[in-house]
């Protein structure tokens, strides 16, 4: 925060700047407005010197695999889950016998775990101790729209408040909440703020196996072992720091005897995780919002930012790898080429064999859509005033708090068409409820969902199109945006009024 810098707009050929337009004043913090000047000037956080990262070596690896901090159930009541989340910043040892002055949730990196049965009623007191606003967003979970953290309902810093919702049955999957306040997300996420939820069915069908947790987060550390602020490469492609930890661990240790069931969140702020254990294959049984309703045999799954999935783990004895396979999202200006990531050994200590149900679910069938919407990801480039400009939009528009974009109506399904108009991936994101892919198109070429899940996130391919039937069941106002944080903070975000 001591290295907080503003960049004007002459930024050569190196790189792209941003235009001075109403968008950016929109994203203006009241802190900076002195920094007006007919030069227009960047309303954004920025490093604007060239940090020398931390070597990677320097975060241990091949410890045993972490297990999550579940936060305790304070409430004597049953179907009841209350407890207290506090977002502060705090010093945390991340690399032996440092200090790194990190944001979090109860002082834990990644935030604690909430677990709760479908029928439960959730209670969640949110303290705030940053310096800036915050909200929680209950990322994924169908709860109540005042109840979701929007950027309206913002708790100023050393402010508090009362998140209360009830999870409505067949909510049951794998979830995360997260900050959502007003241009501020990219770096509340990126100091820390980010955790688990779980919710759980009674009748589960593979409720008798042993879980174990994989939160991949991404982190950026300076040689000095600060996390550093955005630079502008951050603010166009999405930051990726050096590190993609597993549970706040570098290349950890997971061990697996007899067969498990796998929750795997991708909680990164942009990075997209094409994950492969090479020379065996994934079985995926899960999704965004819960169990599929059949396992799923693939060679590898990509996890854009914010989704998730459950796998069952099982196999031979011997040792294998958790990879982030390369893959390229199309970023923009002068990045490192993609490269194969570890992100944890996997250790099977015996000849464990999967036996699934063949029906792990049944989902409600299909409703005929009674409206349709369409959505529409765009950047522009500029070279206004002889200087390079992007823009973030959705349906041409930049994010406005103030206003509303579409509007639906309560428990009416809805066809919505998704378009990524641009040459960049990005994944997809809207509040409140979990929608249906029923296809995708790229290049003319029209492909039917290879298998029906619920999903509240998904990656669109440069110029890739999809349909989804999606189902609002609470009124108010709820947000739809990119899931690179970045672009999402830069106005890549629009609402929906649900009447
Ligand atoms: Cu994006």
Redesign the pocket.
């Known amino acids: 925060m001591n290295r907080r810098h503003f960049l004007h707009m002459a930024l050569g050929s190196a790189g792209f700047a941003f235009t001075s337009n109403p968008l950016w004043a929109a994203m203006d913090h009241s802190a900076h407005a002195g920094h007006a000047s007919a030069t227009p000037a960047m309303p954004l956080k920025i490093m604007s010197e060239n940090i020398s990262l931390l070597a990677v070596e320097a975060l241990p690896a091949g410890n045993p695999h972490a297990v999550l901090f579940r936060l305790p159930n304070l409430s004597p009541k049953t179907a009841v889950v209350a407890a207290t989340l506090t977002a502060e910043p705090f010093e945390a040892e991340l690399v032996p016998g440092k200090k790194t002055v990190v944001w979090a949730y109860n002082r834990n990196i990644p935030g604690p775990l909430i677990e709760a049965f479908e029928g439960d009623t959730v209670e969640i007191r949110f303290v705030n101790k940053l310096a800036q606003a915050s909200t929680i967003h209950w990322h994924g979970m169908p709860v109540p729209a005042d109840q979701d953290g929007n950027p309206q309902d913002a708790v100023p810093p050393g402010g508090e408040r009362l998140y209360r919702f009830t999870l409505p049955a067949g909510s049951a999957g794998t979830y995360w909440y997260h900050p959502h306040p007003h241009g501020d997300t990219p770096e509340q996420v990126y100091r820390g703020l980010a955790g688990l939820f779980i919710v759980r069915a009674k009748d589960d069908v593979l409720r008798h196996l042993a879980e174990q947790h994989l939160v991949i987060s991404d982190l950026r550390l300076d040689s000095d072992v600060s996390i550093p602020d955005n630079d502008r490469n951050d603010w166009m492609n999405?930051r990726e720091g050096q590190f993609a930890l597993v549970n706040g661990q570098r290349e950890p240790v997971i061990t697996v005897g007899a067969v498990q069931r796998w929750r795997i969140w991708n909680a990164c702020s942009a990075r997209y995780l094409r994950l492969a254990v090479p020379s065996r294959k994934i079985i995926l049984v899960g999704s965004d919002g819960g169990l599929l309703e059949r396992a799923q045999i693939v060679d590898e799954l990509l996890l854009a930012p914010g989704e998730r999935a459950e796998w069952i783990v099982a196999g031979p004895e011997g040792d294998a790898s958790l990879m982030a396979l390369a893959y390229d999202r199309s970023k923009m200006g002068k990045v490192a080429p993609e490269r194969d990531m570890k992100l944890a050994s996997i250790k099977f200590t015996q000849d464990s064999v999967a036996k699934l149900p063949e029906r792990l679910r049944t989902l409600p069938p299909k409703i005929k859509p009674v409206a349709k919407k369409r959505v529409v990801?765009s950047e522009i480039m500029s070279m206004e005033g002889g200087q390079h400009g992007m823009q973030?939009l959705v349906n041409g528009k930049g994010y406005d708090m103030k206003r509303v974009d579409l509007t639906s109506r309560v428990g009416e399904t809805e066809l919505w068409e998704i378009v990524n108009d641009s040459h960049?991936?990005?994944?997809f994101h809207i509040h409140g409820t979990q929608f249906e892919i029923l296809d995708t198109t790229l290049k003319g070429k029209t492909i039917s969902a290879p298998w029906r899940a619920h999903k509240d996130t998904f990656n669109l391919k440069p110029y890739q199109s999809a349909r989804i039937l999606i189902t609002q069941k609470h009124r108010g106002l709820r947000m739809f945006h990119?899931?690179?944080l970045e672009?999402?903070g830069l106005g890549?975000m629009g609402q929906v009024l649900v009447k």
């Open positions: 999405g990801f973030f960049m991936d990005h994944p990119c899931h690179i672009h999402e890549m």
